[in-house]
């Protein structure tokens, strides 16, 4: 998951006509780091999206900007425009970050 570390990098990023999931993380958030324990099967199960990775405390006008109030967060983009937010109180298990990614493809 490549890490975007400027508002610019994030803004371009967002843009892409294919959909792009930005993971809201901060390196101090306990859940963040048991989520990056089972993240990668799941980015490779649904590798037709580009994932990318934000430090909400490196970007914190972009987390304001985009409503992420806890962490992670898993956010949808495309054509700049967010698709579907999933709130960290719901994304603290392999089978809620599924259940995420597959009600988006109904």
């Given at each position: 998951m490549k890490s975007l570390t400027t508002t610019e990098q994030f803004n371009h990023t967002i843009q892409d006509d294919k959909p792009v999931i930005v993971k809201f993380?901060?390196?101090w958030c306990p859940d963040c780091t048991r989520m990056d324990m089972f993240i990668d099967p799941i980015?490779?199960?649904?590798?037709?999206?580009e994932w990318f990775d934000v430090?909400?405390?490196?970007?914190p006008d972009i987390a304001e900007q985009y409503?992420?109030?806890?962490?992670?967060s898993l956010l949808i983009f495309k054509n700049g425009e967010k698709l579907a937010h999933?709130?960290?109180a719901n994304?603290?298990?392999p089978a809620s970050?599924?259940?995420f990614l597959e009600e988006q493809k109904a």
């Open positions: 993380q901060a390196g980015i490779e199960q649904y590798n037709d999206y430090n909400r405390d490196v970007l409503e992420v109030m806890g962490i992670p999933l709130h960290s994304a603290k298990t970050v599924i259940e």
